[in-house]
């Protein structure tokens, strides 16, 4: 069975940087994507980014394209996710996912979900 645990959560300020990690347990991933979901009170949880752990193709949300990085370790089963340039309207739970098959944007398709990790953006 498949585990995920996160950490790199915290409090930062508009402009800064947080990288996210996600570690991974339980199986060989070479046919499934991990990604980054993120939630807010009261919103449904979106869509952040994603990749293809056979080949490292990744997908981006449009909010987050050109600050935020997604990239795997290989050896160590763990998915980064570097956000840089941070906004106050980043501010949410984020959560590592974890689906067999392709990435996709959806959560409803994903298989299973870390824990979370608080995000906060100050102005």
């Known amino acids: 069975q498949v585990q995920l645990v996160e950490s790199g959560g915290g409090l930062v300020q508009a402009g800064g940087s947080l990288r996210l990690s996600c570690a991974a347990s339980g199986r060989t991933f070479n046919n499934d994507a991990m990604g980054w979901f993120r939630q807010a009170p009261g919103k449904q949880r979106e869509f952040v980014a994603a990749?293809?752990?056979?080949?490292?193709?990744?997908l981006y949300a449009d909010s987050v394209k050109g600050r935020f990085t997604i990239s795997r370790d290989n050896a160590q089963n763990t998915v980064y996710l570097q956000m840089n340039s941070l906004k106050p309207e980043d501010t949410a739970v984020y959560y590592c996912?974890?689906?067999?098959?392709?990435?996709?944007?959806?959560?409803?398709?994903?298989?299973?979900w870390g824990q979370g990790t608080q995000v906060t953006v100050s102005s």
């Open positions: 996912g974890w689906k067999a098959g392709i990435p996709v944007t959806s959560y409803k398709l994903w298989n299973l």
């Open positions: 990749i293809y752990w056979s080949g490292g193709s990744t």
